[in-house]
C-alpha cells in the first residue's frame, strides 16, 4: 500500500512540473518575450489562421524586439514586438505582387486617394501623398499620423485598392538637450539634396549612433539622407528614382 502511495506522488510530482513547464511560457508572454516560441505566438494570436515564416532577435533604438513573418492568403504581414513588455509597436501586411496586375483605365485623383486614405485611418491627417512607380504598376503612396502611430499606405493608383498597410509607434527619444534638432536636419538635408520636398524627418538609432533620418522628393527623386543627431554631420545619402 506505501509503494503504491509513493508511486502515485512521484506521478503527481512528475504532472505538476510538467505542466509547470508548458504554462511558464504563457505567464512569461504576458509581461515579456524571451523566446521566438512566445513571438510567433503572439503573432498568430493577432493573424488568425497565418503560417509563421520567420522569426528575428533585433535591436531598434536600443530594444530588443522580435520580428515576425507571416503569410495568409494572398497577403505578407511583419509584425514587431518589443522584447521587454511583449508590446506590438509595429504591424504591416501588403499583397504578394504577383497577386497585383497593372490594371486599367485613367489614374484617380489626388482628393479620391485621400478620401481612401482617410477611410483606412479615420482620425488620422495625412502628411504626404505622391505617386510612383513599383514594378510595372502606379502606385498612390501617402502617409498618415493619429495619435502616437504614424501610417504608410499604399493605393493602387487605378484602381484605387488597398495595396500596403502599415503601422508603427511614435517613440520620443531622451536627452535631445544635445541633438541639432528636426529643424536643422531638416536645413542639412536640403542644402545637401539642393532643394526639394521634405516627407518625413525621424530620429533614431543606428548602430547606437543618433542620427536624424530625413526624407526629400525633389523632381523624379526620393533622396534619404542620414545626418548624425549631434554633430549634423552627413552619414549617408541614397537616390532612388521614383518610378523604377
Known sequence: MKKSNRILTMIFLVCFVFANVLCFPTLVSAKEITSSYQAKRLAREKVKGATVTEVDRDYEKGELVYE?????????????????????ISYKWEIASWYITKGKGKIISKSKCKKLAKKEVSGGSITSLFIKQKAAYDIYKVKMKKGSKKYELEFHART???????????????????????????EIAL????????????FDMDDGVPVYEV?????????????????????EVDKDYIYD
Open 160 to 186: 484605387g485598392k488597398l495595396l500596403e498597410y502599415e503601422w508603427e509607434l511614435t517613440t520620443k527619444s531622451s536627452n535631445k538637450n544635445n541633438y541639432i534638432g528636426t529643424a536643422k536636419a531638416k
Open 215 to 235: 526624407e526629400i522628393i525633389k523632381g523624379d527623386y526620393e533622396y534619404d539622407v542620414e545626418i548624425h543627431a549631434k554633430t549634423g554631420k552627413i552619414l
Open 68 to 88: 515576425v513573418k507571416l503569410v495568409k492568403g494572398k497577403k505578407e504581414y511583419e509584425l514587431t514586438y518589443r522584447a521587454s513588455d511583449a508590446k506590438l
Open 191 to 202: 542644402k545637401k539634396v539642393g532643394g526639394g520636398h521634405v516627407i518625413k524627418v525621424e
